[in-house]
């Protein structure tokens, strides 16, 4: 089975500080790791996935994330936050032995000016 | 193109009553997802389909949800004797394949208010 458990429902940063938001998965087996975003009234869009290749994955809009297989995490970084980076931010994961995708909790973003 | 949308974007209902909430997925996208995301809780996966065929309803919380999707294109969730418990934001998505490495594309939900 599979899970995912992202630390801190609430995140404050302040304009231009790192942006920090982190992920734990659980899987059996090699998983597939996925960020999204979900600006207010909005559909949630995808930032960046990992899917076996290179351990460190480019999103959008500057955001990276890490697969450290040895710590099962997967958090997600952005060196200087924007005000337009306030959103809530999920952690999914799924493998490629079933079609179920598994979502944490989600964490708000705030930045402060 | 358009992306995908759902309808009604908000529904109120009185307990007990029935509802339906419609999906209608990017075309030619043959995967069709829906989630349920309460306050407060992740998104909670209900049930896919791969065209018109729902290979796992396992997700589903109760012999009250059932989906169904024709022509391989519009999606229908359907919510029987609806309880408090049912409120929430219903999410459809969409992608190519029901693969996981493939990006699902969300709709913006409907919001379900059961009194």
């Known amino acids: 089975a599979q899970s995912v458990t992202q630390l801190g429902s609430h995140v404050s940063v302040s304009e231009g500080a790192l942006v920090l938001l982190r992920c734990n998965y659980s899987s059996s087996v090699p998983p597939y790791l996925f960020w999204y975003v979900q600006y207010p009234n909005q559909g949630l869009q995808l930032l960046l996935k990992y899917t076996s290749a290179a351990t460190l994955v480019k999103g959008i809009n500057g955001f990276e994330a890490e697969f450290k297989k040895s710590e099962t995490s997967f958090h997600l970084t952005k060196p200087s936050a924007h005000m337009s980076d306030a959103a809530e931010y999920f952690c999914a994961v799924s493998t490629d032995t079933g079609n179920q995708f598994y979502f944490g909790t989600g964490t708000s973003l705030t930045v402060i000016p | 193109g358009a992306g995908v949308s759902q309808s009604p974007s908000n529904k109120v209902t009185e307990k007990g009553k029935d509802v339906e909430l419609r999906c209608d997925p990017i075309s030619g996208h043959t995967a069709l997802y829906w989630y349920r995301q309460s306050l407060g809780q992740g998104l909670e996966f209900l049930i896919y389909f791969q065209g018109n065929s729902a290979p796992d309803k396992s997700g589903l919380p109760s012999d009250r949800f059932s989906a169904e999707r024709t022509g391989g294109s519009v999606s229908t969730l359907t919510i029987q004797r609806t309880q408090q418990e049912d409120s929430a934001v219903y999410l459809c998505?969409?992608?190519?394949?029901?693969?996981?490495?493939?990006?699902?594309?969300f709709g913006p939900g409907t919001r379900l208010t059961v009194t």
């Open positions: 998505a969409s992608s190519l394949a029901a693969y996981t490495s493939y990006e699902q594309y």
